[in-house]
């Protein structure tokens, strides 16, 4: 599979991933954020299987509606998020997905991991790549340095910093490579000393 990422909008600066697999060519775009005019050269005549929006805030899908009635791709997101994308960007949520469930980039797959407290239906995204080490895609969940914002609810955040502990660092090794949906990716194995930190601070 090969991964390619591009950052749109220069104030929100949010990233989209395009994913393809080496095999058949087929593709899936993580986030369609903004620009269309950016992401759909992007995209090319190869096409778009699926779009996968990793939560129903609004910086990460202005473009969705633009990308898939180009394209014509299925909208995976989060349950508990759906409606909400759907009644943001008019756009139906074709397939809701939970923990465990997988999304195909061709021959690869994406394993759904569910990841409550930025929004109630975050998801991050898995690829286990066989010849080498993990590719997780963290929407605003993870970020180098932290978890994502939770705009000051203290229960979402304890939410979210557990699940983070259990779901991502408890079952993915070190070397796993994380992208995230703003800024610079990392490797979980930097980030796990600072567990315990970012508890104590509570963001």
Known sequence: MTITKVAVDEQ???NCYLLRCRTNGEQVLIDAAAAPETLLPLVGDAGLTTVVTTHQHWDHHRALDAVVKATGAEVVAGTPDAAAITEQTG???TRTVG???TVAVGDCTLEVIAIAGHT???IALV???PEGHPHLFTGDSLFPGGVGNTFGDADAFVQLVGEVETKVFG???DDTWF???HGGDSVLGAERPHLAEWRERGW
């Open 12 to 14: 929100m600066s949010n």
């Open 127 to 129: 690829y286990r790549d």
């Open 91 to 93: 756009v139906p949520v």
């Open 99 to 101: 923990d465990g469930d």
């Open 179 to 181: 992208y995230p949906g």
């Open 171 to 173: 079952t993915l090794p």
């Open 120 to 122: 109630p239906g975050s």
